[in-house]
C-alpha cells in the first residue's frame, strides 16, 4: 500500500455546494470512507449533501443527476471487493468509465473515492477507521475541492 507522496490539499469549500454519493455495500468501510468525506468537507466550510445507492454500479448515476442539479463537485464513494467471479472487473469497469464520463461530460469535478481490492483487510485498511491506515474517502473529498478550485 502507498500512500507516500499524497499531497496536502486542505482546501476552502466556502460558498461550494459538494454532494456525496455513497455506496451501501460493506457497512464499516463504508461508514469510514463517508465519515473521512464528510468531516474534511465539513472542515472546508462547504455545503454538504449525502445521497446514498444500492452499490458502486449505481454511483454514475447518482454523480450525474447531482452534477445535473447544480453541484459544484461530486465525491463518488464505494468499495468492491474481488470474488470468484467476473463481477469484480464489470464493476470496477463500470464505475471508473461512468463517474470519468460524468466528469468530462459535465464539467464537474468527481472525486473518486472507490475503492477496488482483493480483500476486506486491503479495503479496511484505506476507510479512514482508527487502525486504518489511509483515509481515501478525505482524498477523494479533498481531490474534489481541490479541482474544483483549479478550474475556477
Known amino acids: ?3 507516500e507522496g499524497a499531497p496536502d490539499l486542505n482546501t476552502d469549500g466556502a460558498g461550494l455546494r459538494i454532494v456525496v454519493v455513497a455506496a451501501s455495500w460493506h457497512t464499516t468501510v463504508m461508514d469510514g470512507l463517508i465519515g473521512g ?5 465539513d472542515r ?3 455545503a454538504v449533501e449525502l445521497i446514498r445507492v444500492p452499490g458502486s454500479f449505481e454511483l454514475p448515476v447518482a454523480a450525474a443527476r447531482a452534477a445535473a442539479s447544480g ?3 461530486v465525491v463518488a464513494l464505494g468499495v ?10 464489470y464493476v470496477c469497469q463500470a464505475a471508473t468509465v461512468g463517474l470519468t464520463e460524468v ?4 464539467g464537474v469535478p468527481v472525486g ?11 479495503a479496511l485498511d484505506r476507510a479512514g477507521l482508527p487502525d486504518s491506515k489511509e483515509d481515501k474517502g478525505r ?6 475541492l481541490a479541482t474544483v478550485r483549479a478550474l475556477t
Open 1 to 3: 500500500m502507498s500512500g
Open 103 to 106: 466528469s468530462l461530460r459535465t
Open 71 to 73: 453541484a459544484d463537485a
Open 80 to 89: 468492491v471487493i474481488r470474488g470468484g467471479t467476473p463481477h469484480f472487473e
Open 112 to 122: 473518486f473515492g472507490v475503492l477496488t481490492c482483493d480483500n476486506e483487510q486491503q
Open 37 to 41: 468525506a464528510l468531516q474534511a468537507l
Open 44 to 46: 472546508s466550510g462547504a
Open 139 to 144: 482524498e477523494a473529498a479533498e481531490a474534489a
